[in-house]
């Protein structure tokens, strides 16, 4: 496995989390990072994406203000903050790497990402 995500747990509304993913530092250092969501019967929605840097991160407007990516080069970790969780925000959570630009203003696609992660589950209940 290449790209493990965790973090994952039960938390309330309003409540916060930060999800990790680990890769090789050859992945992260090679490849940009991106964060998806998936809902129980809906399809796989882009969250969040990281440049080179931190600089330029996009956010889905479902999440925008709310969380932040970043990534720690030295720990090989990349981090997802969510604060002011929602009930909508539980999903199945993926890390994914292997695109090559990132951008606010551009949309992640699951087809730009080669390396995946299995997945790690995020519930928002009271």
């Known amino acids: 496995v290449q790209v493990v995500a965790s973090g994952g747990v039960l938390v309330q509304p309003g409540g916060s989390l930060r999800l990790s993913c680990t890769a090789s530092a050859f992945i992260l250092h090679a490849y940009l990072t991106a964060w998806f969501r998936q809902s129980t019967g809906l399809v796989r929605d882009s969250v969040s994406c990281i440049g080179y840097g931190n600089a330029y991160p996009y956010y889905s407007d479902s999440v925008k203000g709310r969380f932040t990516a970043s990534s720690d080069a030295a720990k090989n970790i990349v981090y997802l903050q969510m604060n002011s969780l929602k009930l909508e925000d539980t999903a199945v959570y993926y890390c994914?790497?292997?695109?090559?630009?990132?951008?606010?203003?551009?949309?992640?696609?699951?087809?730009?990402?080669?390396?995946w992660g299995q997945g790690t589950q995020v519930t928002v209940s009271s």
């Open positions: 994914a790497a292997g695109a090559h630009f990132c951008h606010a203003s551009k949309t992640p696609l699951i087809d730009e990402y080669e390396y």
